[in-house]
């Protein structure tokens, strides 16, 4: 479990560059000695953080360019112009095989337009998807697409289901991870027709997973599956939505213990429970959403994220470097391709 | 502010059926002595309930029928059969001009299609919305559609918006609601061509309404608007995970204040500040989904709500039969399809 592995960082990306990415880096090769890291960006603003974490330096390699991607730049802008630039270099190392994992703090939408340019999608899939770590009172699942797409079709929404199912391998290592279908519970409608196409075959079909049928938003974060998959509009304001109500009970809660003096005495007696509370509900522990479909893994990190949430997205580009997921997963989705034509020829 | 209002309530629906119409509706009473209502179902069981509410029975006219609609009837099963249920009862004393309002904790897609049938869409709509209430650290605001419909083209949204100004302004009591369009947030495709139509149609059009462009789904509890535009699926899936994240975060909190000797005093020394944390997240609270979009006022409690949750049901249904609502919202939206007409024709 303690292979080398390269990781690839976009030391400019995000709202603090190297200010964060720098001591991120270094944070995640405490716990992870094994990691070797290629910085791609400004070399004496790097050299300036690297001074500070020789550990770090000892194991970094600087690969200097001027040419960065603005948080304002549109996807199609960044493709046009993107090529040297620190996001593009970072992907492309990925590519070219000097790095198994590409991190970067920096503009989505670029982000993902070069992954899917330089690393290509896999073989049959034509739209990769974003899959986030969500907490739930069990432990963790994964969701996905969580906005690298809007609508999927029925064969998306199962390659999606594949695809969180291979992270999940990776992730918590279970051979047969649990998926379950996002889905709306008013009796009349039952789901879209994509949505209950995809639940028809993800029934009927043998896969590397275990299929538990439609979810609904509520059974998330109880931690019912291991997958959760949903198209990409209702995957990202169902993800928002869930940050923007943990951080409004956070503000309840602050807010009721400082009501009177004796809550106060409560809350400073109670410190212990509201800090392990705290870290139950710190966005930067499940920071990194990850790229799936590509020929290579790319982990984009929260834009205004401190080094602790970036060391969050690092260790996870580490553990899925860490899992053979790229073969493994190009293997089952060729066999779910060839059962669906199958299926439809017979 | 205290007209004699009279609400329909079905009084079989729910799990529980009279036992907690009845004394939900006494709460609710309690509260506005000007209510009356009118009960139908099992006159035995409803009598029954009523013998230990007087104040209640005194205002209240219990109308039989042996007839009702299961949880698990289809919508067209429903629609077919459930001509003089108690469910359909309730709604057509509505379409009667009997009631102002029709209250139901039953079955919802039954509910949604006989209300359409019954009371029939506004001229020019041709879908309904369920509009939701959606506590904010702010006070509430509403959110349309959680889950009548599956889609929703741009005419239909910004008749949401309208639906759900007029809802902002009967509950609310502001002349002009700012209302918000809900958006993925990833820059390289910034929502469906829909979403995107109504974003122009909403700036561009003179509206009793404040539009204040996109949001995303971590600002609805923020609140930042006071309606929130979105079609039912991604509606309802927002709902629902909001429902389940402040589920989740109820449950490690109290895991977190069980985990010390220490935690559990501050916990009985800050008891009061909790109570005015789970009052303030009390699902019970913000029960009631509202029909939006029909010639009546239907709103539906969850099945599952106690006495306490039926009666929030009551109340909204009260102030929203204490607005004229119907009359200007009708005004309202043949002002929208002119100028979506004139717009177009010019």
């Not at 939408?109 to 770590?133: N, V, W, Y």
């Not at 538990?212 to 109880?222: A, K, L, S, V, Y």
């Not at 779910?336 to 034509?341: A, D, G, Q, S």
């Amino acid at each position: 479990m303690s292979q080398a592995r390269t990781i690839a960082l976009d030391a400019m990306g995000g709202d603090h560059g190297p200010a964060v990415v720098v001591p991120g880096a270094a944070l995640s090769l405490e716990r992870y000695p094994a990691l070797k890291f290629i910085l791609f960006g400004n070399e004496p603003a790097i050299r300036a953080e690297l001074d500070k974490v020789p550990a770090l330096a000892a194991k970094a390699r600087v690969v200097h360019t001027d040419m960065v991607v603005a948080m304002t730049d549109k996807p199609s802008q960044a493709l046009r112009r993107g090529k040297g630039t620190s996001l593009w270099l970072a992907i492309d190392a990925v590519r070219a095989g000097e790095a198994d994992v590409a991190v970067s703090a920096g503009n989505t939408g670029a982000f993902m337009a070069m992954s899917k340019l330089i690393l290509r999608p896999m073989s049959g899939i034509e739209r990769p998807a974003i899959a986030a770590i969500w907490p739930t009172v069990q432990a963790e699942c994964i969701v996905l697409d969580v906005g690298a797409n809007i609508g999927a079709t029925a064969r998306e929404l199962c390659e999606f289901a594949l695809m969180g199912a291979g992270m999940a391998r990776a992730l918590f290592h279970i051979e047969r991870p649990t998926v379950g279908l996002l889905n709306v519970g008013v009796e009349e409608i039952k789901g879209v027709e994509e949505v209950r196409q995809a639940h028809a075959w993800l029934k009927g079909t043998e896969l590397p997973l275990e299929y538990r049928g439609f979810i609904e938003g509520d059974q998330i974060g109880q931690g019912v599956v291991d997958v959760v998959v949903v198209e990409g509009f209702a995957g990202n304001i169902a993800l928002k939505t869930a940050e923007g109500t943990a951080r409004q009970i956070g503000e309840y809660l602050r807010a009721a213990m400082r009501r009177s003096l004796l809550s106060k005495i409560g809350a400073v007696l109670a410190s212990g429970g509201f800090r392990v509370l705290k870290e139950k509900m710190d966005p930067r522990r499940a920071n990194g959403g990850t790229f799936l479909g590509l020929n290579g893994i790319a982990v984009k990190s929260h834009g205004g994220t401190d080094a602790l949430g970036f060391a969050s997205a690092v260790d996870l580009a580490y553990e899925m470097a860490q899992s053979r997921l790229i073969p493994r997963l190009a293997a089952d989705l060729t066999t779910f391709h060839h059962k669906l034509e199958a299926a439809a020829a017979s």
